[in-house]
Every structure is written in structure tokens, then in C-alpha cells.
């Protein structure tokens, strides 16, 4: 496997840390995941102007020209990804002086339209998760635990107010009677994604008559009462909720109109329209 090491491709597994390394010693990092999709990366102009952000908010020395799209694509096609669909993973590892960065690429298929979720009633309460942070070892382990308890692919977190804030690595939104329910951007302790930028300018073509911002996050009861609860990364582009599990393991069954036919679906109109404009 070929990967891309400080602006360099090399076939090797392996790469030098030194043992001072603030990533070493702090899992002090930044990530970007990138959908590669019918020979185009998707938004890596918007993904790259936020990883210099988060790096100068951070105080990460950040050279871009290390993952510049020319060398991506040299890397697709080193590793025979050029005419597949793929997932790019930008990593910028804090070293003593500067950053190491690592571009890995590897085949991607996207999920299934449904999925199911569950409720974590723990409130997220540290602005550190507004940033590209490598290190979200918290989140990680609640996707496992209620994956493993809960047959769940998704969690949602909560915030103080006991409102659905987002899900892991991906924001949430509602559609009821043609009306898009979302969280405003700079709500506290909250991380926009891009698609989520891109979905609400691009509204009326998506059928939505209006946009309604929820400041506070989103209500249970929001969920429960809207025609369809999506989940949208700039990965994987959207999944409908057909269900949200709580801690204690009832079930609440969301979005009944789409699983009925995906075609239908607000969740396919959105991959569809991002997918075809590129």
C-alpha cells in the first residue's frame, strides 16, 4: 500500500515518530476524511481551508502543499483507486517542531440509506470537539458500546439542555411537511460539517420550503414527530434514522414515510443532488 508522508509517496506500513512528539505523548492531531467519488474529491477546497483554520486555531505549522490534490491523485492512482470510489484521510501529527502530515487512501462503498441510532444522554461540553481533533477516543467508545448493546451504527450527543446536538463526525437535521430543521452554526460546543453548509443554500432545489434554524439543538420530540431524521457526513453524504434506541434500550421508531420507499426519500434526494453536482 502506498501512502503519501510529508508530500512524499512511499510503499511502506510504517513511518518515524519522535519519542518527544506532542502526538506521542498527547494524541495531539488533526484529520480530514474526504469522499473520492467519479474522479473528483468532493469539497477539498472547503475541507482544506478548514484544516488550515482548526491548525491556526490549534497552533499546528501546517504545510498544505503536502497533500495538494495533484499528489492525492498521484496517490489514487498508485494505489489502482483513480476509477473506484474512495475515502481520503488527511493526518497532521504535532511533532517537536512542525507537523508530520500522512494521506491514506483505501476503497469506499456508501452505507446503506437507513440506519439505526442510539441516544447517549451524556451532554458534550467542551468547545475542543469543534476542531479537526484526531483524538476522539470519548465518541469512539460510545459508537462501540451501543453497537455492541444495541445492534446501533450511530450515536446522537446531546447538550446540556438534553437536545440533540449532533452524531459521531456528522451533523443532524429533521425535514417535516417540506421544512428543514437544523442547528445553527455557531451554536456552542457544535461542529458544522460542509455538506451542511452546502444543503441549506441549496434548499429550494431540494423541494424544502423552509429553513428553520434550532439554535438550542433538536428535540425528541422533533424526531419522533418528523417525517424523516437524516444524518449528514461529508463522507458518506446522508442516512436516514429508522430508529432511535435510548440508554435504557427503548425503542423510537423515526422517518416511517422514507423506509417505506427509499426512492422517495430525503436522504436519496440529497446524495443524488451532491453526487450529480460534484
Excluded at 12 to 22: A, L, N, Q, R, V
Excluded at 138 to 152: A, I, N, P, R, S
Excluded at 157 to 165: A, D, W
Excluded at 262 to 277: A, V
Aim: aromatic share 12%; proline share 2%.
Amino acid at each position: 500500500m502506498y501512502i503519501l508522508f510529508d508530500g512524499q509517496i512511499i510503499n511502506k506500513k510504517t513511518i518515524e515518530i519522535d519519542i518527544y512528539s506532542p502526538f506521542l505523548h498527547f494524541g495531539q492531531g488533526l484529520k480530514r476524511s474526504i469522499l473520492y467519488y467519479d474522479g473528483n474529491l468532493l469539497w477539498f477546497d472547503d475541507h482544506i481551508e478548514r484544516l488550515g483554520h482548526d491548525a491556526q486555531e490549534l497552533g499546528f505549522d501546517l504545510n498544505t502543499e503536502h497533500f495538494s490534490q495533484e499528489k492525492i491523485f498521484n496517490l489514487l492512482e498508485k494505489n489502482d483507486l483513480l476509477d473506484e470510489t474512495a475515502l481520503v484521510k488527511i493526518l497532521c501529527l504535532k511533532d517537536v517542531v512542525g507537523c508530520n502530515t500522512l494521506v491514506l487512501t483505501h476503497a469506499f462503498q456508501l452505507p446503506e440509506y437507513g440506519t439505526k441510532a442510539a441516544l447517549h444522554n451524556e451532554a458534550i461540553i467542551h468547545n475542543f470537539s469543534r476542531h479537526s481533533n484526531l483524538c476522539e477516543a470519548e465518541q469512539v467508545y460510545w459508537v462501540e458500546f451501543y453497537g455492541e448493546k444495541f445492534d446501533t451504527e450511530q450515536v446522537l450527543f446531546v447538550n446540556n439542555k438534553n437536545r440533540i446536538i449532533q452524531a459521531f463526525e456528522a451533523n443532524v437535521i429533521a425535514v417535516w411537511n417540506n421544512n428543514l430543521y437544523y442547528i445553527y452554526g455557531h451554536t456552542p460546543n457544535f461542529r458544522q460539517t460542509i455538506i451542511q453548509q452546502k444543503i441549506l443554500p441549496a434548499a429550494p432545489d431540494l423541494g424544502i420550503k423552509k429553513l428553520l434554524d434550532k439554535s438550542k439543538g433538536l428535540s425528541l420530540d422533533l424526531m419522533e414527530r418528523a417525517d424523516e431524521v437524516v444524518i449528514i457526513s461529508d463522507t458518506f453524504i446522508a442516512q436516514t434514522v429508522s430508529a432511535i434506541v435510548r440508554p435504557s434500550g427503548t425503542v423510537i421508531n423515526t422517518s416511517s414515510k422514507a423506509t417505506k420507499d427509499w426512492t422517495q426519500s430525503f436522504t436519496k434526494r440529497l446524495r443524488d443532488f451532491f453526487l450529480e453536482n460534484k
